[in-house]
């Protein structure tokens, strides 16, 4: 990990730069379809379908054929649908459902076939029917229209899901046979995935409890997160994982050392409900920080924020989710990591934390502890 650079700053600042930074309506780029953000690198597809990455490009992640890295966004060739950022590389959808990934490549998670890197995106397989995909560490995974799941990657845990029976798989592996997968979701070293019945399902590496079965260990194939039928959204973390459910509560379980639970106190083995809100909408975690937006418009954030990318002025980890700002007009296209992105109804997209890297794509390596326009060129 990199050296932690502290910037501290009043929080009455932060409230007052947010309320100066409103984009008049005219100057209102396209609202992002999509948000990524890898370790160093961000990603956002506009309305139209056009990709544009910047930040950190040592593997390739930025898809432009280079290793150079990018201050400012730069375009990726062809139409996307859907995106997800890796810790070092990128999945996307393209609107005819074929499946794209770039970037680092040494476990095999970009399902090519190999294990060489690529600094421009090649297709995985020949399939016209991906419906979704989610990068994690080392290993991917992806849901196709008729309902089947596919990982690929690294397997040394079960992330897979294939009961262990490969150490690295290059290119996809259906998990079992089921056809009712909804959504999946890749943490660092497990997986977990909704079906059409709205129960969840988790497997991979448990040493923090980050499955949600209670127990610790790992799980080589899908295992079901107690017996609730009514979950909503899933997203797995570094080592913890969170979800929503219909009823629109918040849940999260894991590893818990910077409040990543949105709890106090250790981890966790099993869900456990963050305060007592009912209206959250959709939830993004990675690495120690989560993020998630309500029925209102607000955003929230908590966990780690050594590079204030909580955004309160402060470098404080927080147990429990803080606001950021008072702007009731943010999405549910959030992203969450050392560094964190959101966009606005109004097609304004925002980023905040780290940038050593320059992936706040403000066009410097600042670090910032409050939300920075960030513009994609026409």
Known sequence: MKHIRAVVMVIGMVIAALAAMALPASAAPPAPAQLATGYAHTCAIRTGGSLWCWGGNYSGQLGDGTTTSRTSPVRV????ASIDGGTSYNCGIRTEGTLWCWGSNTRGQLGDGSTARRTAPVQVGTATTWASVSAGDSHTCAVRTEGTLW????NRFGQLGDGAAVYTATTPLQVGTGTTWASVSAGFAHTCASRTDGSLWC???SSTGQLGTGALGYKTVPTQVGTATTWGEVTAGYLFTCATRTDG?????GENGYGQ???????QAAPIQVGSVTSWTGVNASFDTACATRTDGSLWCWGNNAYGQLADGSTTHRYTPTRIGTATTWTADSAAGYHNCASRTDGSLWCWGNNDNAQLGDGTTTQRSAPQVVTLPA
């Open 203 to 205: 497997w991979g590496d």
């Open 249 to 253: 509560t918040l849940w999260c379980w």
């Open 77 to 80: 060739t062809g139409t996307w």
């Open 151 to 154: 990982c690929w990657g690294f």
């Open 261 to 267: 639970l949105g709890v106090t106190g250790n981890y």
